[in-house]
């Protein structure tokens, strides 16, 4: 692949090398979305913190080049491209990866910004392009495809409708759909359901408690060991450092409901746990991106209004699947969400062929309601 191979004339891809260049990629979402009621503006402190690679712990372990495309004197796209060393050794797996892709409704600019990726990721011996990554499985990923008439939740991607044709458009073919499904809270659980939980709760000796925020640390390794473990054979999985795991843990501290964090133990061993989140996106909705000087006031304000919660990670440890453990897990938060003013969840995101945490979710009444799609692209040399 020769630099500069099918770009356009009309427009310039350039790496971001100064403060001005990352203004321009920081905030280019604002204008994509300007007229979408249904985008999230994230807090710029945020994703100052996550892109900065001094400070956020995922560079420690991967190279990231980011890229505004201009048009004459217009900003019009932007894109990440990622090499995840973390991933290349854990998987044997020559895989780059792109991310933070944003842009205008035209093809130009898409194939500019794609074969400006493809290409960095190819000087860096890798034989595969995957994406959207914001960086990895263990931050947002994946494109919107199906279930653009509302808001995503917490931690989950929105895109314009139009990025699915412009990728696939330049090569890129579908590599795995993640799923998004609803449950009603507000719907008791059916007695059936219930009353063989607690059976199985009793027969196997499991207990499912919330966290203990005064055990915090000692809580969050417990988590830590069964994620690394639960996902380590799962698509896309990347084990997490533990500079992340410290990153994560101290983000979740100030938005977490321990109500809704449950840890399944077996004689005082935790087996599995669910973790989920008060869809703060609710709040993000009203604040434009900022905190100060009155966003803090607006947080405050509207968090009490928020009536979804997102069940981000359910894990079990190796040995203790197919023995229901899952959906104990699930009914609980079906019981805690609406008790803690949530009648709404989401159960986000699960992995097409997943089907035992699908079937769980539908004897439940879950509704998929959502579809996002990670891409990818052979590379040639």
């Known amino acids: 692949m020769r630099q500069g191979q099918n770009m356009p004339t009309t ?13 321009h990629f920081l905030k280019l979402p604002w204008r994509i979305y300007r007229n979408d009621p249904f985008w999230v503006p994230p807090l710029l402190f945020d994703q100052k913190q996550l892109l900065n690679r001094r400070k956020h712990p995922f560079h420690q372990h991967a190279e990231v080049e980011y890229f505004v495309a201009w048009h004459g004197e217009e900003v019009v796209g932007r894109i990440a491209a990622i090499v995840n060393h973390q991933y290349v050794q854990f998987h044997e797996e020559k895989t780059g990866f792109f991310g933070f892709f944003e842009s205008i409704d035209d093809v130009e ?3 500019a910004l794609l074969a400006t990726a493809e290409q960095w990721v190819a000087n860096r011996g890798m034989q595969q392009i995957r994406g959207p990554m914001n960086f990895s499985t263990n931050e947002e990923c994946a494109l919107l495809i199906d279930g653009f008439d509302s808001s995503p939740a917490v931690m989950m991607p929105y895109n314009p409708t139009y990025y699915p044709r412009l990728l696939e458009g330049s090569g890129y073919a579908k590599e795995k759909d993640l799923l998004a499904y609803l449950v009603d809270g507000t719907v008791p659980p059916p007695p059936r359901l219930v009353n063989g939980a607690e059976r199985l709760l009793r027969r196997q000796n499991i207990v499912i408690r919330p966290f203990n925020l005064k055990r915090f640390k000692q809580e969050v390794e417990s988590l830590t060991a ?3 473990s639960a996902w380590e054979r799962n698509w896309g999985f990347v084990p997490m450092t533990q500079a992340e795991v410290d990153n994560f843990a101290d983000q979740m501290w100030w938005v977490a409901n321990p109500n809704l964090c449950l840890l399944a133990e077996l004689d005082g061993e935790a087996i599995g746990f669910a973790l989920a989140l008060p869809d703060y996106n609710y709040v993000l909705r009203h604040m434009n991106g900022r905190l100060f ?4 006031l607006k947080f405050l304000w509207y968090r009490r209004k928020i009536s979804t919660a997102r069940t981000l990670i359910l894990g079990l440890k190796p040995g203790f699947r197919r023995r229901g453990v899952d959906a104990m897990l699930y009914l609980r938060l079906w019981q805690e969400a609406p008790r803690n003013g949530y009648p709404l969840v989401e159960c986000s995101w699960i ?8 079937r769980a979710l539908e ?16 590379l040639t040399s």
């Open 11 to 23: 427009v310039r891809v350039v790496p971001v090398r100064d403060h001005r260049e990352f203004q």
């Open 351 to 358: 992995l097409e062929d997943n089907w035992d945490m699908r």
């Open 109 to 111: 600019v898409v194939t």
């Open 293 to 296: 000087p009155f966003g803090w």
């Open 226 to 228: 069964i994620y690394q």
């Open 363 to 378: 004897r439940m009444g879950g509704r998929l309601y959502k579809t996002y799609r990670v891409y990818e692209k052979k």
